[in-house]
């Protein structure tokens, strides 16, 4: 029976959730999100109840999924509980935005930082934290919070934390990357233990440092990488495999004659050497100067992906229950400017040619490497930002290879249409990345 009494806020289809929901030591008793299809996919995967908002605590038993505007929601019916984490919908500080952060405002007519507005959703987490006191809790958001409003914005949520009874154990931005996500992701991620719950863990803010920048592990320094994650098995197995992926490019830069396609033959291909553990290492920046560390950091490589359930589970062609996999048809004018644009490169490397797109941002027509960490899963965004596959025949990756990218294992089952699901796995918070906060929350409640 698990341990420990546990709810979330803007929960989405749950990706935090599950790394806690896997552990055995949390009993999850409240979820919450504004939307209907993220609660259809938790409950297909949590057996939550769907509720709303005007109905909770109206004879509810839990454990319950609560859909609708969070400042309606009482509280009270959830008790006391031992964990809480979320992550306030993020738009206000996005750093994609254009500069337009509003963050919190400061009131006008106050020049003091501790007076200032705010009416921000991240103000509901607080009241559920009032409501429900946990030992522990965990707040995520984007990294441009830290720098909205000059600072003011990051500085108030975690000035609020503090003044209501907690030691803050964590306050910065972790990079996901480092602890076996196959993706460039990073978040704030802001941890709290009640105060007088870690008195006898002196050394605790060094320890969750440690694990959330992946210390001891060679993952840190050698990330698993966007094909291993997808086929299912390490560099030097895909050593065939990725030579022939990469073979498909030759000559590409014929093909545009582009400033970009010249400097990626020059920079990229030329440097080539078809093998894939040297190749894997030139990538990522990585001097090999040990064998034996280079063969150690790909045994943690295959470690992780077993515990992912991805190890020897190939996703290409695999059907879904929920869809989730299904390759779906695009515009041939997509199709065919994919064909031009090599692994690592976007729209740049056709511009001004027949396969031109206008885009001012690097994120349009981004092709993934195979053997780097995919860019950042996004969950939403028009034509171009839905993330491309490696092989040149394919273009548009799959909901269920960016779910592998976020770490979701395959046995999570997705609810709603293309769009619906693509901004479910977008949103969430990777679950590898999650497993650690998991493990920081245990070390915490187990005092």
């Not at 197995?237 to 992926?245: T, W």
């Not at 030759?250 to 400097?263: H, I, L, Q, W």
């Not at 400017?337 to 001004?352: E, F």
């Not at 690097?362 to 995919?374: C, G, Q, V």
């Amino acid at each position: 029976m698990a341990k420990y009494r546990m709810a979330t806020l803007f929960s989405g289809a749950g990706g935090l959730d599950t790394a806690f929901e896997e552990s055995k030591n949390f009993d999850l008793v409240f979820a919450n999100d504004v939307l209907s299809a993220p609660a259809e996919s938790y409950s297909k995967n949590f057996s939550h109840k769907i509720v709303d908002a005007s109905e909770f605590g109206k004879g509810t038993r839990l454990p319950a999924y609560v859909v609708g505007d969070v400042t309606r929601i009482d509280f009270s019916p959830i008790g006391k509980v031992d964990c809480m984490i979320g992550g306030p919908p993020c738009q206000d500080f996005s750093i994609t935005r254009g500069g337009k952060r509003s963050g919190i405002n400061p009131a006008s007519n106050v020049k003091k930082k501790a007076e200032v507005s705010r009416g921000r959703l991240y103000m509901e987490y607080v009241r559920a934290v009032k409501s429900a006191e946990p030992r522990f809790f965990a707040f995520e958001n984007v990294p441009g919070l830290m720098s909205a409003n000059g600072g003011l914005a990051y500085e108030t949520i975690v000035s609020d934390f503090a003044s209501h009874g907690y030691k803050i154990l964590f306050k910065g931005i972790a990079n996901a990357t480092k602890v076996g996500v196959p993706q460039t992701r990073r978040r704030l991620i802001i941890l709290g233990a009640r105060n007088g719950a870690v008195e006898k863990l002196p050394d605790i803010e060094e320890r969750v440092q440690d694990i959330l920048n992946g210390a001891g592990s060679l993952v840190s320094k050698y990330p698993i990488c966007a094909m291993e994650a997808l086929e299912g098995k390490t560099v030097p197995e895909l050593a065939d495999r990725y030579g022939k992926v990469m073979k498909q490019y030759e000559g590409v830069e014929d093909e545009t004659k582009t400033d970009d396609a010249k400097r990626w033959k020059k920079n990229v291909w030329d440097n080539l050497t078809f093998n894939a553990v040297d190749d894997y290492l030139t990538a990522n920046g990585i001097k090999k100067t040990d064998d034996a560390e280079v063969k150690k950091a790909f045994e943690e490589h295959r470690k992780i992906l077993e515990q992912l359930g991805y190890y020897g589970m190939d996703v290409r062609g695999r059907k879904f229950e929920d869809g989730s996999n299904d390759v779906p048809n695009e515009a041939s004018s997509v199709t065919e400017r994919m064909k031009r644009i090599p692994p690592g490169m976007n729209h740049l490397a056709v511009a001004g040619t027949e396969w031109n797109v206008k885009a001012m941002m690097s994120n349009i027509y981004r092709r993934t490497d195979p053997l780097r960490p995919a860019f950042t899963v996004m969950a939403y965004g028009g034509g171009g930002t839905w993330s491309y596959h490696y092989e040149r025949e394919r273009s548009i990756l799959t909901n269920r290879e960016r779910a592998r990218l976020q770490t979701f294992p395959d046995s999570y089952m997705f609810a709603g249409n293309r769009s619906q699901v693509r901004a479910q796995i977008g949103e969430a918070v990777p679950a590898q990345l999650g497993r650690k906060i998991a493990e920081i929350a245990t070390l915490v409640l187990e005092q």
